[in-house]
């Protein structure tokens, strides 16, 4: 019993753990109200005959712990299911909150590097046929608009050197956003085996159900197991009754029963004791007549398979009428 409670205990928090799981999925999978309330109760049925089945199948006949193990299949399989679903789901939860905790950079509004890039184009096309003009007259005029392209050339590097270094902070916090929405521990393990995040977070997921499942199941069956009776406590209670009867036998023989002190004395209850004493006696008074059994106490108790109180009892008994 002591073993008991603890398995008890523990089977009670793991079903229950198992449930709040299964309901939270449940919630979760459904859309309407109506809906909800159907995949928990779905999701509660399927965990408690997981975890129930074995147990309660143990004393069934092997037809009946057929259909309970290919039942327990099934419901192991649903319920692993719809823990999944909670795992993948909360996984996404918290990824979620891990990018909007990352700190974001602000960027100046800017335009695309091919826009900047096409003008530098232009600009440069327009200064290569500047200074392919000669100057014949009006010089000044051609060497400033020379000089105002390659001004505006060099803006146009300039503003493109802004653009790539705004491309370079954006990649990088569009990088710590992926790398935040993961989890750490399936990431680098992901890394590791060379597998997809997202199918070892199923891979994840599927073997925390199966190990909950399992558990609550081992300890169901352990906190069930038929407990026998405790053998001191049986021992005690058969001492008691052999000494009552054999007290109860050797009035009764000492001092003739009248109707009176039968009725005075003796209650109804016993009288079944003592009859089933007087047929021992009388069993045992033909067997020591034949040789069958020695006279002794240990030789009553190997007949009768009784106990030693009882065996005493009887063997006084056979002096006494013997004397």
Known sequence: MIRVRPALLLAVTATGTAVSTSVLAGWQRGGWLAERLVWVAIGVVLVTGAHLLPALCRPAPLSGRLVGFVLWLGCM????????????LSQSHAGELRVSAVPIASLPAHRELTAVMADRTSVMAALVRADARHCIRDCPTLQARRASLAARLDALDAEAADVRRYQGIEDGNAERRVT?????VTARLATLCGIANTRLDLFAGLAFAAVLEGV???LWWIALIPQAPDPSVTDRHAVAHDATAETVTVTTLAQPPTPTTVQSTVPPVVKPTVTLLE????RLRLDIESGAVKPTVAGIRKRLRCSQAKASALRRQLADLTA
């Open 77 to 88: 399989a649903a319920a692993s299911y719809g823990h999944a679903t909670f795992f993948l």
């Open 279 to 282: 047929s021992d006696l009388a």
């Open 180 to 184: 935040a929405r993961d989890d750490p």
């Open 216 to 218: 609550a199941c081992l």
